[in-house]
């Protein structure tokens, strides 16, 4: 077969079994573009802005765990994406960008729209390459895929000057299936000897607990998991990332970890002398204060990046490997040392923690005249019965959904955790919703973050995308009000939401559906009439509390014993 | 404590800036830097000389080793190894100071390789500390100019870092 370029591109899409490009055209992509045009197996997704090509093709990708594809032209182009591919990389999110390049004669002339796309995106992609040869498209494109999807998942870019794609230069087309990198050949399983090693001081261990992370989601391990949880005994707590891996209204799931955490979960951190970390990175919004962290264990890591391991924490016992592999190990020598879940110390540890839980750290004031944004979030998981992709912009309604939305199953709870990127919870509710067009998908946000991406309500409306938008709408950027008021004596600097729009206005001249609630009696009727909306995209304004803060909080520089469980509730 | 390191890449366009960018990214110090491909045009070998505490060191080679472009990596600095740096420095020659000069050159095993009626370039190989002793035995006032590599490694012993 004899292709250009620019069919290379889109044929080796095809080949790669790509559903969906999100992209945004231009001069140097415009090759590709009528390559597009000319086929309809892969279909493309017209964002309004680059920046919503990257966080769609993401929150595709994190909804099926299959890579995310966007493209998008030379210069403003592929930096209006940069945003989303810093998003993708911080969460370990498998993609490929394409970006059109200027031709190859004149990169470094500051040709017209040209920018060094390769230079301004190497920090934040696990990789990528500038075609400068027709002849290398077919397999860097399939090395781009390879790398995005294996180890630990990343983006990666792909630049292409318009002279590689040119329709008049046609070459003979193979896509190669297999690849073989000698630079790059990520692990496929941990070491015996270690796991060995962390098993038996699982065994020995008195109070125990799991701290699972993105990388069991990532690594597709949730049955895993589940088996280890109830072969242990153990308690399970997990990161912002990794919620939803394990049942979160199971008992022995004891809530998020870290600033925004549960208290029984940091109070077990801080008294647990085994901790067993999976696919997860010590993050500092994890540990706290690093001298404070587990004082009292012994820490097993296991991680498929062996940069992950002791990088904030010395780790005693690492792993390195894929999370799924390592749990199959683990629990066949769990089970060959007749593990008994019951043992005594772990029955009396589960009795320390159920005093902890007793504190019911997470109750608020549900008597009130204003509607308090964790009975919206409530409220919302009641009547959609658990069962929502819930995408979620970045500030306290991020908070306030990953407390009170409890996921039984990976992969519904969608939201920039690294990175923490207003702006990603409405473009990445597209991808999903395209991904699974039956599902029930909603994104949650605040007035601020919706701005940050509000153009992407007309693709909604173009492909008729049946998002159900609830936005806890409190008139400040209230993570940012909430550090305001509790370390800067209550200056309100910039942080107020001034001359916001009317939304519902707004909504329905993009061809939507906009409703506005403001009493606490109103709520549960509106959510449901707007899922009743089958095929409507529907964006409910929902006023909530202006002052209330997300408890329990650690603030910076404290361990995890040291929590704050709100101003009025102090601990002894 | 001073780690040299080698690092065995591909050559590709961008696979130093992929190095430098992440040691300035990172905050990583970097002595020094050398590389070009080896006797394979299709790989090329670094030596860097970076300095750090033990869980520095360990998370830098963890991040080259990381890099899509790094083949193998190797720290010579722990077992038996070779360094050596090339410098050539450029001094001020006149009359009174050229036999002083030649003597020095003698004694370090360096070689004179450009005269002119005022100056010497000089050339000198060895380990690092060999030619820092060598400047410092130049009388005062007398150099123009130094350029050297930094040091290239290898280890000892029949192993090689190669695939
Ligand atoms: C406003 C705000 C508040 C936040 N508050 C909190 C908070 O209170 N608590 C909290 O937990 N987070 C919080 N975060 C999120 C936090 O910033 C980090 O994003 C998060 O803690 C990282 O989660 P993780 O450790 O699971 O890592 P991830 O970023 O999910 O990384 C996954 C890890 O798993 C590894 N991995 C990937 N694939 C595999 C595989 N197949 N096998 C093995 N390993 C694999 C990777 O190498 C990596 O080390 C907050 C974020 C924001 C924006
Ligand atoms: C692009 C971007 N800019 C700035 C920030 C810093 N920031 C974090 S939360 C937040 C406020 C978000 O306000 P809103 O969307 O109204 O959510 P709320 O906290 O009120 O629920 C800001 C400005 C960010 N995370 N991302
Ligand atoms: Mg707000």
Redesign the pocket.
């Known amino acids: 077969m004899e292709l250009s370029g620019a069919e290379i591109v889109v044929q080796a899409l095809i080949d790669e079994g790509v559903e969906y490009v999100f992209g945004y055209p231009g001069g140097a992509v415009l090759h590709i573009y009528d390559a597009l045009f000319q086929q309809d197996r892969v279909k493309h997704i017209l964002v309004r802005h680059e920046q919503g090509a990257s966080h769609a093709a993401d929150g595709y990708a994190r909804a099926t765990g299959r890579c995310g594809v966007c493209l998008v032209t030379s210069g403003p182009g592929a930096t209006n994406a940069v945003t989303g591919i810093a998003t993708a990389y911080?969460?370990?999110i498998p993609m490929v960008i394409l970006s059109g390049q200027v031709p190859t004669p004149v990169i470094g002339s500051d040709a017209f729209q040209e920018v060094d796309t390769v230079g301004i995106t190497r920090p934040c992609v696990k990789h990528n390459f500038l075609v400068q040869d027709v002849r290398d498209l077919a397999e860097t494109l399939r090395k781009a895929f390879f790398i995005a999807t294996s180890?630990?998942?990343g983006p990666v870019l792909v630049d292409i000057p318009k002279d590689t794609t040119d329709p008049n230069v046609k070459i003979p087309y193979r896509y190669p299936r297999e690849i073989a990198m000698r630079s790059y050949r990520p692990v496929s399983k941990g070491h015996p000897g270690q796991i060995r090693q962390a098993v038996e001081a699982m065994l020995a261990a008195r109070r125990p607990v799991l701290y699972?992370?993105?990388?069991?989601?990532?690594?597709?391990?949730s049955p895993l998991l589940r088996q280890l949880v109830r072969a242990t005994g153990f308690p399970i707590t997990?990161?912002?990332?990794?919620l939803g891996a394990y049942p979160m209204t199971d008992r022995q799931f004891i809530g998020?970890?870290?600033?925004?955490?549960t208290y029984e979960a940091n109070m077990a951190m801080h008294e647990t002398d085994c901790l067993v970390a999976?696919?997860?990175?010590?993050?500092?919004?994890?540990t706290g204060k690093i001298e404070h962290f587990c004082p009292h264990a012994t820490i097993i890591h296991?991680?498929?990046?062996p940069s992950?391991i002791s990088k904030n924490v010395r780790v005693d016992i690492p792993i390195v490997?894929?999370?799924?592999s390592?749990l199959e190990d683990m629990l066949r020598l769990l089970a060959e040392a007749r593990c008994d879940p019951e043992r005594a110390a772990i029955v009396e540890w589960w009795a320390r923690i159920e005093q902890w839980r007793e504190i019911n750290c997470l109750s608020y004031d549900r008597a009130n005249d204003k509607i308090k944004p964790q009975l919206a979030v409530e409220t919302l998981y009641r009547i959609t019965d658990g069962a929502l992709y819930l995408t979620s912009d970045?500030?306290q309604h991020?908070?306030f959904a990953?407390q009170f939305y409890p996921f039984d199953q990976p992969r519904r709870w969608i939201?920039?955790?690294?990175l923490?990127t207003m702006g990603f919870g409405l473009p990445a509710a597209m991808g999903v919703q395209l991904a699974f067009p039956e599902a029930q998908v909603a994104c949650i946000s605040g007035e601020a973050s919706i701005l940050m991406c509000i153009q992407e309500l007309a693709t909604c409306k173009q492909y008729e995308l049946p998002i159900k938008i609830l936005l806890l709408n409190n008139g400040y950027m209230g993570?940012v009000r909430q550090w305001q008021e509790l370390f800067y004596e209550s200056r309100y600097s910039h942080s107020y939401v001034d001359a916001l729009p009317d939304f519902v206005q707004l909504t329905e001249s993009f061809g939507h559906v906009g409703m506005r609630v403001e009493k606490p009696d109103e709520l549960e009727g509106a959510l449901r009439e707007a899922f009743a909306l089958k095929d409507r995209c529907v964006f409910l304004d929902v006023v909530v509390d202006p002052t209330e803060n997300v408890y329990p909080m650690i603030v910076a520089g404290k361990g995890h014993h040291e929590m704050h469980l709100s101003p009025e509730r102090e601990l002894a | 404590m001073r780690h040299i390191i080698s690092v065995l890449l591909e050559n590709e366009a961008g696979a130093l800036s992929r190095v430098a960018g992440l040691f300035s990214a990172r905050g990583y110090n970097i002595e020094s830097l050398t590389v070009a491909p080896t006797d394979d045009p299709t790989q090329s070998r670094m030596t860097l000389v970076t300095v750090g505490n033990d869980d520095v060191v360990e998370q830098i080679k963890k991040q080259l080793n990381k890099l899509i472009d790094t083949i193998k990596l190797l720290d010579l600095s722990e077992g038996p190894h070779i360094e050596r740096e090339l410098m050539m420095v450029k001094v001020r020659a006149e009359r009174a100071d050229r036999e002083e000069l030649k003597r020095l050159v003698d004694i370090f095993r360096a070689k004179i390789i450009d005269v002119t009626d005022t100056s010497f370039v000089v050339e000198l190989t060895g380990d690092s500390e060999k030619l820092d002793a060598f400047i410092d035995a130049v009388p005062k006032g007398l150099i123009i100019e130094v350029v050297r590599t930094g040091p290239s490694g290898i280890s000892r012993g029949p192993q090689g870092l190669m695939l």
């Open positions: 911080m969460d370990s180890g630990r998942p699972t992370g993105g990388g069991v989601i990532l690594g597709e391990a997990s990161t912002l990332m990794g998020m970890l870290g600033m925004h955490g999976i696919g997860a990175r010590f993050d500092d919004r994890v296991v991680d498929v990046d992950s490997g894929p999370v799924a390592v970045v500030g991020q908070m990953a939201n920039s955790g690294g923490g993570m």
